[in-house]
């Protein structure tokens, strides 16, 4: 697949440095070391943060300074995190997988911090009346993970362009990963608050509102084929097994999955 990098963006070289309250910092260390090698980041953000650029329905219930850590997923994970928990389980076993892994490795996150009250809320957790419970987007964007764009941000001339007439969702990007990323969901550390938490602004990376309009329209329009992905220069991508995986149809990835717990389990040298 040929690339279709945007003009006039901006690709940071290094990214800013935060420091954290003595008790975040330790906490931020804590999770760093438990998850960056499974292929997952983590950033931390206040819950008024997210509340303030959220309709009243989709606020979380928490008191505005209550610290939260996000989690997305980098490009690593599916070979890090993905495959060793396929390789535990039968396929017979696996309904959602991806879904099922995420459950695993945030039941595993959370015990590790058995003496304090957690809250997980996943990326595709809904209500009884099918409102999520996290805008995960938003999340990702207040907590300097990656960058949000809307249709709504731009001009009123952009958004008359020769487009389908439909609303268009948002997408976010990654300074490092482009769209070769996912936002997973967040923890809630209910008894941690921190009014003072240094706010990490989300690295824009198409300064340019046509470059802008271009994404989106490719992410809402031709997200199959996956150019919205790499509208910037990346560092890494997803790997062919997890394009494959990713490309082929939920109901079909029974044989992917079997492709891959035989080719993974002959290079452990697995039974």
Request: aromatic share 12%; net charge negative.
């Amino acid at each position: 697949m040929g690339l279709d990098v945007l003009e006039n963006v901006h690709v940071p070289k290094t990214f800013p440095s935060t420091e954290y309250s003595a008790e975040v910092h330790a906490l931020l260390s804590k999770l760093k070391l438990l998850v960056e090698p499974q292929g997952f980041e983590v950033y931390p953000f206040l819950i008024g943060w997210y509340n303030e650029t959220v309709e009243e329905v989709f606020q979380l219930k928490y008191p505005e300074d209550t610290v939260a850590f996000l989690f997305i997923s980098t490009p690593s994970m599916f070979e890090k995190a993905f495959v060793p928990f396929v390789l535990k389980h039968e396929i017979e076993e696996l309904r959602d997988p991806i879904d099922q892994c995420m459950l695993n490795f945030f039941r595993n996150l959370v015990k590790e911090f058995a003496e304090q009250q957690v809250d997980m809320i996943h990326d595709f957790e809904l209500h009884p009346n099918k409102r999520p419970k996290i805008l995960a987007q938003t999340a990702a964007h207040v907590s300097g993970a990656a960058f949000l764009y809307r249709m709504q941000n731009l001009s009123l001339e952009l958004r008359a362009s020769p487009t389908p007439k439909q609303r268009m969702m948002g997408l976010c990007l990654h300074p490092k990963y482009g769209g070769w990323f996912a936002i997973r969901g967040c923890i809630v550390l209910k008894d941690l608050h921190c009014p003072d938490l240094p706010r990490l602004d989300p690295i824009d990376i198409l300064t340019a509102p046509v470059d802008q309009m271009k994404a989106l329209e490719l992410f809402n329009f031709h997200w199959r084929d996956s150019r919205f992905r790499d509208v910037v220069s990346v560092e890494e991508r997803y790997s062919k097994d997890q394009q494959l995986y990713f490309n082929t149809p939920p109901g079909q990835r029974k044989h992917i999955l079997a492709d891959i717990r035989k080719k993974y389990s002959a290079q452990l040298g697995s039974p």
